[in-house]
């Protein structure tokens, strides 16, 4: 019988090995650090723009905007104007209203978001956009009341014409069910 057959005898680690692993290791951890800086988004030389709702202390009562782009039914891309020379670009989400989403669960659910989309368009195309009480919501956008030249309060237009509904905050029930 061959005495030790079978059983592995691992060969005597040298300093040169030692160093190897420890450079594998080292530039392991750096390349998951960077990995999480960049998913993070603090690449070097990108500045991070602070929320909208941060440049928008001692803004005035009511807020002029630029609507750039409606995103769904509640939600709209514009131009703040916080001030002399101060504008600030942003999300800004309707407060106290919820509509479908465009995503839906349901084919009635999606046709309701597409009816919701263009009648926040309809409105804010009356022009003199503005907002008041601005706040932050819990995705960064802008929560605030908004009004326009003919509407003293959009949310509660999208309610009266049946393509949203109230919202306080908290769960929000579905637009899919039986009714």
Same mark, same amino acid.
């Given at each position: ?86 504008? *600030? /670009? ?5 407060? +106290? $209203?919820?509509? %479908?989403?465009?995503? #839906? ?48 309060? *959009? /949310? ?5 014409? +049946? $393509?949203?509904? %109230?919202?306080?905050? #908290? ?9």
């Amino acid at each position: 019988m061959i005495r030790g057959y079978g059983r592995y005898s691992p060969r005597p680690r040298s300093r040169a090995d030692s160093l190897v692993v420890s450079v594998l290791v080292a530039l392991a951890v750096i390349g998951l650090a960077a990995l999480k800086s960049w998913w993070d988004g603090d690449t070097p030389g990108r500045d991070r723009a602070p929320p909208p709702h941060a440049d928008l202390r001692g803004a005035p009562p009511r807020i002029p905007v630029d609507v750039t782009y409606v995103v769904d039914g509640d939600t709209f891309d514009g131009r703040l104007h916080a001030g002399p020379d101060r504008v *600030v /670009a942003g999300r800004i989400r309707l407060r +106290g $209203v919820d509509t %479908p989403e465009l995503h #839906g669960q349901c084919e009635a659910e999606i046709a309701k978001a597409q009816e919701a989309k263009a009648a926040l368009r309809r409105l804010l195309a009356e022009g003199e956009v503005v907002l008041s009480a601005p706040g932050e919501d819990k995705y960064g956008r802008v929560l605030a009341d908004v009004a326009t030249r003919k509407t003293a309060n *959009v /949310a509660a237009a999208l309610i009266a014409a +049946g $393509v949203a509904r %109230p919202y306080g905050g #908290g769960h929000r029930a579905g637009w899919c069910g039986r009714g």
